[in-house]
């Protein structure tokens, strides 16, 4: 006897179709609801730059003072090549026993003796001083003395604040002005010009007066 077989087929067929979308429907919906892996963070550290080294100044500093033992860091009686190098200061070519140094508004200048009576030789001269024509109606400049005098000052203020001062001619209109004194130690003069009372050096020293020129 012939067994028909087409419709079974045909049921499995109908059978097999919503189970097979189902399982589709399954995987697709897992595939949805699947946690989101969550995005790194990048950290970037970044490094401040460092501060700039400081350039180098000379060691007579506005704020530092001037008296009969030097004029700031600069005392007088201390080695000058340890002197120099401390001030920053360069020494002139043609006259190495005098250095300078460039500072805001002044020059620093150190000195020993040309020909010095012992080894090393020692600072017997320190100065601070500027044009007279860059120091017209402004204040005082560089170190000043105890008493607030300084490059800049002018000759009353300076007669006020040291009436025993004594006054010292030089070469031509130069003059002194001697303000301070100490045994052991050298003396403070203040430098100006005969006919103006602008006070435009101020010098401490071991020697008797402050050269006319220190480097003919």
């Given amino acids: 006897m ?3 077989t087409t419709r079974p087929r045909a049921r499995g067929a109908r059978i097999l179709t919503p189970l097979f979308g189902m399982a589709v429907t399954a995987a697709l919906l897992a595939g949805c609801s699947a946690p989101v892996s969550p995005t790194p963070t990048v950290t970037q ?58 500072a805001d508004g002044y020059t620093l200048t150190l000195q020993s003796p040309e020909l010095p009576e012992q080894d090393p030789a020692v600072v017997d001269l320190v100065q601070v001083s500027a044009s007279p024509a860059d120091l017209e109606g402004g204040p005082a400049v560089g170190p000043l003395t105890a008493e607030g005098i300084g490059v800049g000052s002018r000759v009353d203020e300076a007669l006020a ?24 130690t050298g003396s403070v003069f203040l430098t100006y ?19 006319y020129e220190s480097c003919a």
């Fill in 2 to 4: 012939d067994i028909d």
């Fill in 45 to 102: 550290t970044v490094t401040a730059p460092a501060d700039p080294t400081p350039s180098a100044s000379p060691s007579a500093s506005p704020t530092a003072g001037a008296g009969p033992s030097g004029i700031g860091d600069v005392e007088l009686g201390t080695p000058y090549d340890e002197a120099v190098a401390t001030a920053g200061a360069t020494p002139a070519e043609v006259c190495p026993w005098l250095a300078t140094a460039e």
């Fill in 161 to 184: 604040a040291y009436p025993d001062a004594t006054e010292i001619e030089s070469v031509g209109d130069r003059r002194y002005l001697a303000i301070e004194s100490e045994a052991g």
């Fill in 193 to 211: 010009t005969a006919g103006s009372d602008i006070i435009w050096a101020v010098t401490a020293t071991t020697l008797e007066k402050p050269p």
